[in-house]
């Protein structure tokens, strides 16, 4: 899983966001689900391309602009996400995949980053709080950059 990936999962995965979404705000009021909706479109990308690596004893993780290193032997680091809040953020290699978690006051966000025996990376996204009344659930896949 190590080294660079571009997005591969077409329009369908990028809807797929969407509907996740929708499917976990379906019981808000029509105002408040579309104030949070597009909060959440906002945070909630498939990000062209990123890139996994590990570096000395840290694993480095690099999308949409910004780098992630953390110790791999996961413990937390504390980060600032690209809307401003604290957040605590782990990676670990459990097996034969990647786990990301960043946990924040709104709630905690995981990736579960794996190769499949197509040779395609996927990222299963799940993002809980207690604001919501349940969890937003997608996954995006990717292939190896060129």
Same mark, same amino acid.
């Given at each position: 899983?190590?080294?660079?990936?571009?997005?591969?999962?077409?329009?369908?995965?990028?809807?797929?966001?969407?509907?996740?979404?929708?499917?976990?705000?379906?019981?808000?009021?029509?105002?408040?689900?579309?104030?949070?909706?597009?909060?959440?479109? &906002? +945070?909630?990308?498939? /990000?062209?391309?990123?890139?996994?690596?590990?570096?000395?004893?840290?694993?480095?993780?690099?999308?949409? #602009?910004?780098?992630?290193?953390?110790?791999?032997?996961?413990?937390?680091? @504390?980060?600032?996400?690209?809307?401003?809040? =604290?957040?605590?953020?782990? %990676?670990?290699?459990?097996? =034969?995949?990647?786990?990301?978690?960043?946990?924040?006051? %709104? #709630? +905690?966000?995981? !990736?579960?980053?794996?190769?499949?025996? &197509?040779?395609?990376?996927?990222?299963?996204?799940?993002? @809980?709080?207690? !604001?919501?009344?349940?969890?937003?659930? /997608?996954?995006? +896949? /990717?292939?190896?950059?060129?």
């Amino acid at each position: 899983m190590l080294g660079r990936w571009q997005f591969v999962g077409g329009a369908a995965e990028v809807r797929a966001i969407s509907q996740a979404i929708d499917a976990a705000l379906a019981d808000f009021n029509p105002v408040m689900r579309e104030i949070v909706a597009s909060q959440l479109r &906002d +945070t909630n990308r498939a /990000y062209p391309e990123f890139s996994i690596a590990v570096e000395g004893d840290n694993i480095v993780s690099r999308i949409n #602009g910004r780098t992630l290193s953390t110790p791999a032997s996961g413990a937390a680091r @504390e980060v600032t996400t690209p809307e401003g809040r =604290s957040a605590q953020v782990t %990676q670990r290699i459990q097996g =034969s995949r990647l786990i990301q978690t960043l946990v924040n006051p %709104q #709630g +905690t966000r995981t !990736h579960t980053v794996s190769v499949g025996s &197509d040779g395609n990376l996927t990222v299963e996204v799940r993002i @809980e709080s207690s !604001h919501l009344p349940r969890p937003i659930r /997608y996954t995006l +896949t /990717y292939g190896r950059a060129a």
